[in-house]
Nanobody, 122 residues
Framework: QVHLVESGGGLVQAGGSLRLSCAAS????MGWFRQAPGKEREFVAG????????GYADSVKGRFTMSRDNAKNAVILEMNSLKPEDTAVYYC???????????????????WGQGTQVTVSS
């Protein structure tokens, strides 16, 4: 079984920063998604299997950065200039290697973590 464990969520004031991590049991194409109450799960960021390519939702581009920590089989989401609209449960997701750099559809990912709550106050 592939294990994905998110950590780093919490409460922060608008304009602040948080660093999320997702520890994985192997190397995969991975993404970050978030889901706010009453809303569908939405794409946040993705990274290719080798880490060469990243992509971001327009709503977070320039504020969030996704990266790999290969020594720890982990992916990182550095979130800066946080807004109340960023409040959500954040999930990491994984799928096996393919020639596609990353995926933006939740249905393309096979494995999911349990999520970590991020709350941004105004």
């Amino acid at each position: 079984q592939v294990h994905l464990v998110e950590s780093g969520g919490g409460l922060v004031q608008a304009g602040g920063s948080l660093r999320l991590s997702c520890a994985a049991s192997g190397r995969y194409t991975m993404g970050w998604f978030r889901q706010a109450p009453g809303k569908e799960r939405e794409f946040v960021a993705g990274i290719s299997w080798g880490g060469e390519r990243t992509g971001y939702a327009d709503s977070v581009k320039g504020r969030f950065t996704m990266s790999r920590d290969n020594a720890k089989n982990a992916v990182i989401l550095e979130m800066n200039s946080l807004k109340p609209e960023d409040t959500a449960v954040y999930y990491c997701a994984a799928r096996t290697f393919s020639t596609v750099n990353y995926y933006i559809r939740a249905s393309d990912y096979k494995y999911w973590g349990q999520g970590t709550q991020v709350t941004v106050s105004s």
